[in-house]
């Protein structure tokens, strides 16, 4: 079964820590291009971050530049979303995403393809 599996959401105060996990199984990471996006309910979800096959990084959004940081670990086919100095306002349900890059694909367009794979979603709250 192809699936993306997330975890590592929770409660965090403001200016807290938190690294979300995001395992693949059924299939490599290598060869995709992998991002995060996050969604705030009544609103559209927004892409936050992505990373090429070659490790080329693209930060979307300006609030989370220099906090979060994207990654991918090869041996275990799991991609990170490591996050510092969290506010409330990032508080959200975050998921993971994936697409081949034989589609193609960049970071460049990567907000606007059609994913091959979602995660399921964590939420992630920050507050006191």
């Known amino acids: 079964q192809f699936q993306l599996v997330e975890s590592g959401g929770g409660l965090v105060q403001p200016g807290g820590s938190l690294r979300l996990s995001c395992e693949a199984s059924?299939?490599?990471?290598?060869?995709?291009?992998i991002g995060w996006f996050r969604q705030v309910p009544g609103k559209r979800r927004e892409g936050l971050l992505c990373?090429?096959?070659?490790?080329?990084?693209?930060t979307y959004v300006d609030s989370v530049k220099g906090r979060f940081t994207i990654s991918r670990e090869k041996a275990k086919n799991t991609m990170y979303l490591q996050m510092t100095k969290l506010e409330p306002e990032d508080t959200a349900v975050y998921y993971c995403?994936?697409?081949?890059?034989?589609?193609?694909?960049?970071?460049?367009?990567?907000?606007?393809?059609?994913?091959?794979?979602w995660g399921q979603g964590t939420q992630v709250t920050v507050s006191s």
């Open positions: 995403a994936v697409r081949g890059e034989s589609h193609g694909v960049s970071c460049a367009n990567f907000l606007v393809v059609d994913k091959d794979y």
């Open positions: 059924g299939f490599s990471l290598d060869h995709n291009v």
């Open positions: 990373m090429s096959s070659s490790g080329g990084s693209t």
